[in-house]
């Protein structure tokens, strides 16, 4: 199965509750991959001016789906999606 990226974006409108339940919904389905909040940090270029970083971005969830629409099924629950925030699902592709 590939791995997908659901990339929490700092826009919630409403404040974000339910991380514990969401994380067991994700593991009791098998998915959950791992993840983090997002803090600050920088960008870098070797032969440029560094482009800005990308502020808008809180936090990661890697998990494993069978394609997109498999992936788009965990959004239900997650606490930025329901707060009416943006999650952006990016998948993983295998290299090499």
Not at 29 to 54: H, N
Not at 65 to 93: K, S, W
């Amino acid at each position: 199965m590939p791995d997908y990226l659901l990339l929490m974006h700092d826009d919630a409108t409403e404040a974000t509750r339910g991380w514990d339940e969401y994380f067991r919904r994700l593991r009791a389905a098998g998915v959950f991959q791992g993840g983090s909040a997002i803090g600050g940090g920088m960008t870098a270029r070797k032969d440029a001016t560094p482009a800005p970083l990308a502020a808008h971005l809180g936090g990661f969830i890697r998990i494993a789906a069978r394609d997109l629409e498999h992936a788009q099924t965990f959004l239900d629950g997650n606490p930025v999606y329901e707060a009416g925030g943006t999650v952006e699902i990016r998948e993983l592709p295998v290299t090499g």
